[in-house]
C-alpha cells in the first residue's frame, strides 16, 4: 500500500488523495467511490482532514511575531522581546488662567479630574488632570501657569488585593493612555480622602529591588490593561502586615479619543478648586482662559496596529532602549513621540557645516508637516535617558520635496462615456499611488517609469501618457527681517540656456514696489547661475528689478538667496513656492528630505486620441502639439 501525503489545503486535493489511497487497498479493488454512499463517508474525512489542516496550520503561524494575525497573539510575542506596544496617546495642551477670589487662603489647589472642555471640528472634548496643582494666591489671585492638560475623561477604579496567586489587576476599558496612570496603595481602613503611598510606572527592572515601588503594565485581551506589581524580589509585595504598604489599590487614569482630540485651542474651564483646607473656593468672577495662552492641543495618538507593532517590537529589541544608531533613534522617537509618520536621523559630521558631537534628527508628523516647539522640547527631554552622555540632540524642522506633474492623458473616446470620469479615475490613481512605500518618507524616490504605468493601467481607454516631472519647495521667509535662505532639492535642475528655469509665487520686499518673482540666467558653463528677482508689467512684459539676488548650482539643485527683507507673500503662511525642473525624470529624495507626490498641485490634461478615436485614420492631419515631450519652460512665474 503506498504512502499517501495528507499536506494539502485543498479539499478536492484531499478527497482524491483519500481515494487513490483506498483503491491502493485490495479490500476496495474495484469498487465504485462516486456512485455508492461510501462517497459520502470520503467527503466526511477529507472535509474534517481539511479543517484540520488548516486549524493546524493557522495555530503555526498564529506562533511567529511576521505571520501572526491576532492582536492578542502579536502583543503576547513582541513581549517576549521586552516590547509594550504603545497604548492611545491623550492629546494634551498648555493653557494659563487666573483665578480671583473672596477667600483668606495661602494657596489655591486645582483638583485631578475635568478641567475645561475644548472645541474641535464643531465637536466638544473634555480635558482633564490625574494629579492636583496647586498655586500661591498673591493680591486675591492665583495665577496657574502653563498647566498641561490631556484629552479625556478622568476616570478611578480600585482593587482590593486578596493575597491570591491569580488575581488580576485589569483595567475594563480599551481607550486608556496608560502613560497617564496613576497608581496608590493604602491599607484596608485608612481614611477615604488619604491616597495612600504611590507607585511610579517602570519599563524594565533594572535598579529594582524588594522595596521597589512599582508596578508594569501589560496589554491583554480586547485591547485592555493589566496592571502586575512587585513579588517581593523585584518590587515591593502587595498585602497587609509588617514591612506590607497595604490592599487597597486606587488607580487614577484618564480614558481619550486619541488622534481626535488634536487641535483645541478654545477652551471653557470647568475644573474644581479648593482651599488649604480642602473646601471650595469662593470665586470673585468667573475663570476664563485666554485663548492667546493656549498652546493647541497636539500628540493625540490611536493605539498602536498590528503592523506598527510588527515593524518596530524588533528595532527597539535590537537598540535595546539605547540611542546609538540612527535606527535606534527611529525605534525610540517612535515610542516617545507616537504622532511619528517617518523620521530621519543625520550625525552632525554630514551637516553643512559639520556640528561633530551633535545628532540631528527630522520628524515628519502624521498631522501636519512640521513639530511644535512645544513638542520638540518635549522629544528632546525624554530622549535623554536613551542617548549617550556628551552626544547633543537637535530636531530640524521637515525639508519637504514635492514632486509635481504635468501630463497630457490620451483616450479612445469609443472606450469611455465621460472624460471626465476617466480624469477622475486618473487623480485617483495617483493619490494611490502616492501613498506607496517609495514615497512619503525621507530618502524616498519617484520611478518615472511606474508612474507612467499607474496612468496607463487606470482604464483601457488610456492609450498613453506624456508627463513631465517638477519638483518644488516651499520657503518660508521671515517678515521685516533681513536674512539670507538656502534651499537644497537634491536633485539635478534642467537648464535651458536663455533662463527662467526657476519659478516662484508672488512676494514683496523692502525698496521694491508691486509684486516680484524669483527667476535665473544661467551661466556660460550652465553649471551655476545667477538668481533674479524680475517683476511683470502691465503689458506682460518683464523688468528684472534686482540682477543678482543669490546664485544657483543646478549640478547640486541648491539655490542661495542674498540678504533680503521679505515684506509679503501672495502665498499663505509666508511661504513661497520655488519650482525647478529635474533633469532626470526619477527624481530622489536625500536623507533629510521628505519626497511627497502632490497630486492636488498637479495638471491633468485628457487629450482625445485621434487616431485610436478614429478621427484621423491615416494620420495625415495628426497634430503634435499636444504631443511633445520636450521641456518647455512654459510660464515665467508659478501662479
Same mark, same amino acid.
Given at each position: ?98 483665578? %480671583?477670589?473672596?477667600?483668606?487662603? *495661602? ?7 475635568? $478641567? ?20 500661591? $494666591?498673591?493680591? !486675591? ?31 475594563? %476599558? ?66 497587609? !502586615? ?124 502624521? %498631522? ?6 512645544? *513638542? ?87 492609450? *498613453? ?11 518660508? $521667509? ?89 515684506? *509679503? ?29 502632490? $497630486? ?40
Amino acid at each position: 500500500m503506498p504512502f499517501s501525503n495528507f499536506t494539502n489545503l485543498d479539499f478536492d486535493q484531499i478527497k482524491t488523495s483519500i481515494k487513490d489511497y483506498l483503491r491502493a487497498n485490495s479490500n476496495f479493488t474495484d469498487f465504485d467511490f462516486e456512485g455508492s454512499n461510501f462517497s459520502i463517508l470520503i467527503d466526511t474525512l477529507a472535509y474534517n482532514t481539511y479543517i484540520t489542516a488548516f486549524n493546524s496550520n493557522m495555530v503555526v503561524n498564529e506562533s511567529f511575531l511576521d505571520s501572526a494575525t491576532l492582536r492578542q497573539n502579536v502583543v503576547s510575542l513582541a513581549g517576549n522581546i521586552g516590547y509594550t506596544p504603545r497604548s492611545r496617546t491623550a492629546a494634551n495642551a498648555q493653557i494659563t488662567f487666573d483665578v %480671583n477670589i473672596t477667600d483668606d487662603t *495661602s494657596a489655591v489647589t486645582l483638583q485631578p479630574g475635568l $478641567v475645561c472642555t475644548g472645541d474641535v471640528n464643531n465637536e466638544t472634548y473634555t480635558f482633564a488632570i490625574t494629579e492636583a496643582i496647586s498655586a500661591n $494666591v498673591v493680591d !486675591g489671585t492665583a495665577k496657574f501657569e502653563n498647566i498641561n492638560v490631556f484629552q479625556g475623561t478622568y476616570l478611578e477604579k480600585e482593587f482590593t488585593f486578596d493575597g491570591s496567586l491569580d488575581q488580576r489587576f485589569i483595567l475594563d %476599558n480599551s481607550f486608556i493612555d496608560t502613560s497617564k496612570i496613576v497608581v496608590f496603595v493604602k491599607n484596608d481602613g485608612d481614611l477615604d480622602d488619604v491616597d495612600g503611598i504611590q507607585y511610579n510606572l517602570i519599563n524594565d527592572i533594572i535598579n529594582v529591588d524588594s522595596n521597589s515601588k512599582i508596578f508594569l503594565i501589560n496589554e491583554v485581551q480586547d485591547e485592555k490593561y493589566e496592571l502586575k506589581f512587585g513579588d517581593g524580589f523585584f518590587g515591593k509585595k502587595l498585602g497587609t !502586615g509588617v514591612g506590607q504598604d497595604g490592599n487597597k489599590i486606587k488607580v487614577r487614569y484618564i480614558v481619550t479619543d486619541g488622534e481626535d482630540g488634536n487641535g483645541a485651542q478654545r477652551f471653557s474651564f470647568s475644573g474644581r478648586l479648593t482651599k488649604s483646607n480642602g473646601n471650595p473656593v469662593n470665586l470673585q468672577s468667573p475663570v476664563t482662559i485666554p485663548e492667546l495662552s493656549v498652546t493647541k492641543s497636539q500628540n493625540g495618538g490611536n493605539i498602536e496596529s498590528i503592523d506598527s507593532v510588527k515593524y518596530f517590537s524588533p528595532l527597539t529589541y535590537s537598540s535595546q532602549n539605547r540611542a546609538v544608531t540612527a535606527r535606534d533613534y527611529e525605534a525610540i522617537i517612535k515610542k516617545v513621540y507616537p504622532n511619528t509618520e517617518s523620521v530621519s536621523v543625520i550625525g552632525g559630521e554630514e551637516l553643512d557645516p559639520p556640528e561633530f558631537g551633535t545628532v540631528a534628527i527630522s520628524i515628519k508628523p502624521k %498631522n501636519g508637516d512640521l513639530v511644535s516647539d512645544f *513638542s520638540k522640547n518635549q522629544i528632546l527631554s525624554k530622549l535623554k535617558q536613551y542617548t549617550i552622555s556628551g552626544i547633543n540632540q537637535k530636531i530640524i524642522d521637515l525639508k519637504l520635496l514635492y514632486i509635481e506633474i504635468d501630463s497630457n492623458v490620451y483616450y479612445n473616446t469609443s472606450l469611455i462615456s465621460s472624460a471626465d470620469t476617466l480624469k477622475t479615475n486618473v487623480v485617483s490613481s495617483l493619490n494611490a499611488y502616492s501613498r506607496s512605500i517609495n514615497l512619503n518618507k525621507f530618502g524616498g524616490r519617484l520611478k518615472y517609469s511606474k508612474l507612467l504605468k499607474v496612468i496607463d493601467d487606470t482604464n483601457q481607454a488610456i492609450t *498613453s501618457n506624456i508627463t513631465k516631472i517638477r519638483i518644488r519647495r516651499n520657503l518660508k $521667509v521671515l517678515i521685516n527681517q533681513f536674512a539670507q535662505y538656502e534651499l537644497c532639492y537634491g536633485n539635478k535642475f534642467y537648464v535651458d540656456p536663455k533662463g527662467f528655469n526657476i519659478k516662484s509665487t508672488g512676494f514683496t520686499i523692502f525698496g521694491q514696489s508691486g509684486t516680484l518673482y524669483l527667476s535665473d540666467l544661467p551661466n556660460a558653463d550652465l553649471k551655476t547661475g545667477t538668481l533674479r528677482i524680475i517683476k511683470i508689467l502691465d503689458n506682460n512684459t518683464i523688468k528684472v528689478v534686482i540682477t543678482s539676488a543669490g546664485s544657483i548650482d543646478y549640478e547640486k539643485g541648491e539655490i542661495n538667496l542674498s540678504t533680503i527683507n521679505f515684506l *509679503s507673500t501672495t502665498k499663505p503662511n509666508n511661504t513661497i513656492e520655488i519650482q525647478a525642473f529635474p533633469r532626470s525624470n526619477d527624481v530622489v529624495g536625500l536623507k533629510d528630505l521628505y519626497v511627497s507626490l502632490d $497630486v492636488s498641485n498637479s495638471t491633468i490634461n485628457m487629450v482625445r486620441d485621434v487616431i485610436s478615436s478614429g478621427d484621423e485614420v491615416s494620420g495625415v492631419q495628426f497634430t503634435r502639439d499636444f504631443y511633445s515631450s520636450s521641456y518647455p519652460n512654459g510660464k515665467i512665474i508659478r501662479t
